[in-house]
C-alpha cells in the first residue's frame, strides 16, 4: 500500500511540475514592424529606405528580430526634380539595400518578452549605389557601404490590443566606406585629411537609435 501511495504521489508531483514549466514557458509572439521616417530620408545620402522588420518571442524574456529594407532614391529628391522638371541627363538613381539584426533580453521584475524595457547587441549593413543618369552607360558611380554593430537600450510598449511603438538607443562601432567607380579605377570620396566632414563622416564612433511601429500577432 505505501509502494502504491509513493507511486502516486510521484506521478501527482511530475504532472504539477509539467503544468508549472508549461504554464511559465511564453506564447510565441511575432511583431511585424516599419519606420515611416526613413522613408523620407534613410541611413545613406539621398536614400529613402522601405523597411520591415519582424521580431519573433524566443524566451519568456528573450527576443530575436531581423529587417531587411529596399534603398531608394529619396522622395525629397524625387519631389524637387519634379519642381525643376529636371531632365534625365542629370536625374538621379539609387539603389540598395540594408540588413540588420537584434537579440533583446527584457529586464525588470515583471518583464516579459515582447513588451518592456530591454537591452542587447544590434547591427547592421547596408550598401547602396548612386550615379547620374549619364553615367549609367558609362559604368561610373559612387558607392556608398554602412556597416555597424552598438549595445543599445529601449523600451517597447503596447498601445491597445496589437499595436506597439519601439524605441532604443545605443553606442558602438561603425565602419563607413564611400567610392567612386570608373571604367577602370576607383577613388574614396571626401579624401581630405582635415576636413571635418570626412572625420564626422569616416569616424568609427557609433551613436545609433532606431523608432519602430508594427503589430504584434
Known amino acids: 500500500m505505501k509502494k502504491i501511495l509513493c507511486v502516486l504521489l510521484l506521478i501527482n508531483s511530475s504532472i504539477y511540475a509539467q503544468d508549472s514549466i508549461r504554464n511559465h514557458l511564453p506564447r510565441k509572439q511575432g511583431t511585424l514592424k516599419t519606420n515611416p521616417f526613413v522613408m523620407i530620408m534613410g541611413g545613406l545620402p539621398l536614400a529613402s529606405e522601405y523597411r520591415i522588420i519582424y521580431e519573433l518571442t524566443t524566451g519568456f524574456r528573450v527576443s530575436q528580430q531581423i529587417g531587411f529594407s529596399y534603398l531608394g532614391r529619396t522622395i525629397l529628391y524625387r519631389a524637387l526634380a519634379d519642381a525643376l522638371d529636371t531632365n534625365y541627363t542629370y536625374d538621379v538613381v ?10 533583446r533580453v527584457f529586464i525588470g521584475k515583471e ?33 556608398f557601404r554602412h556597416g555597424y554593430a552598438c549595445l543599445a537600450l529601449g523600451r517597447q510598449a503596447r498601445v491597445g490590443d496589437r499595436i506597439v511603438y519601439d524605441f532604443y538607443m545605443g553606442m558602438g562601432y561603425r565602419k563607413n566606406i564611400a567610392e567612386e567607380h570608373f571604367p577602370n579605377h576607383t577613388t574614396r570620396l571626401m579624401h581630405f585629411d582635415e576636413s571635418d566632414l570626412e572625420r564626422y563622416y569616416y569616424g568609427h564612433f557609433k551613436f545609433c537609435t532606431g523608432v519602430n511601429f508594427g503589430i504584434i500577432f
Do not use: C, D, H, N
Open 94 to 103: 539609387f539603389r540598395g539595400f540594408r540588413i540588420q539584426y537584434m537579440y
Open 111 to 143: 518583464a516579459q518578452a515582447p513588451e518592456g524595457w530591454y537591452f542587447g547587441p544590434v547591427a547592421s549593413f547596408a550598401t547602396g549605389r548612386l550615379s547620374l543618369g549619364a553615367w549609367m552607360t558609362g559604368g561610373r558611380y559612387i558607392e
